[in-house]
């Protein structure tokens, strides 16, 4: 029988965990801050930005916000970033993506502080990542991570193949899979015989960013799934990167959408928060 790995239930634990933490740190007369800038009001990231402000309050973390206009200029954003930097109650600033055009997005990221940057993104950041260093994870894979340790998937030995290569998701996935001591193989638009190449991986991590593009063409039978992707299809329901009906009976476990990644990178995004107030 196929086992659905609930996102939704494993970010709790994760989350009830943290809020022992948090509870623990007050005790101690010690708050955690976590700065949400939003640049403009585009309703998804509207969306992403209520939802994290509900986890901290869920777990007991203090959020500020500051929603800037659309047409808000670079050096106005830099310099709240510079101020939030400086400012010795704030443990993690966070910029939610995208911005609009006319900012540009490497140069926010880098002007956050390493030792604030909780979303993971900041180049010290994956540097420390890819050597073994100490420094914040970004989110979603590291909630991917999670999502296989809690569920008992073993990593350690395993064929993995993750199908895409950005910046956020891909090249980290890669990364940790490795650090789980997993063969890791990544596939994207270029890779030859894809599905070749699909069909050989224990785990499959889907982060291509096309509604449904893993068919059971694409799969070996027995596979753990990993679905990181979020669309609408022709009927406005949402759904992931992987067809979910059509490997469903072929896999022995697969992560659903929505409820399935999506919940973690919050819980990850929370748990980087606590862990900045714990080290920094």
Do not use: W
């Amino acid at each position: 029988m196929t086992q659905i790995i609930d996102g939704k239930i494993i970010s709790k634990q994760i989350k009830d965990e943290l809020k022992q933490t948090v509870d623990k740190l007050k005790t101690e007369n010690k708050e955690i801050t976590l700065a949400v800038i939003q640049v403009g009001n585009d309703p998804a990231s509207s969306v992403y930005v209520n939802n994290k402000k509900k986890a901290c309050a869920y777990i007991g973390i203090n959020s500020l916000s500051y929603e800037l206009e659309e047409k808000v200029k670079e050096t106005e954003l830099l310099e709240l970033i510079y101020d939030l930097n400086d400012n010795p109650i704030v443990n993690g600033i966070l910029v939610q993506l995208p911005l609009p055009s006319h900012i540009n997005e490497d140069k926010i990221i880098n002007a956050i502080t390493p030792m604030k940057d909780v979303d993971g993104f900041h180049p010290q950041n994956v540097g420390a990542m890819c050597i073994g260093g100490q420094g914040f994870v970004s989110c979603t894979p590291a909630g991917v991570i999670q999502l296989l340790k809690r569920s008992q998937i073993e990593i350690a030995g395993k064929e993995c193949v993750v199908v895409g290569r950005s910046n956020i998701v891909g090249k980290p996935m890669s990364l940790l899979l490795l650090k789980e001591n997993g063969t890791v193989t990544i596939a994207h638009s270029k890779t030859k015989d894809l599905k070749e190449v699909t069909k050989r991986a224990d785990i499959l991590v889907v982060a291509v960013g096309k509604p449904k593009f893993i068919t059971n063409e694409y799969v070996k039978e027995g596979a753990v799934v990993i679905d990181v992707g979020i669309h609408r299809d022709d009927n406005n329901k949402l759904c992931g990167d992987v067809d979910y009906e059509a490997v469903y009976n072929k896999v022995s476990a697969i992560t659903p959408v929505p409820g399935g990644v999506g919940p973690m990178t919050i819980a990850m995004l929370m748990n980087n928060c606590v862990v900045s107030a714990l080290n920094f």
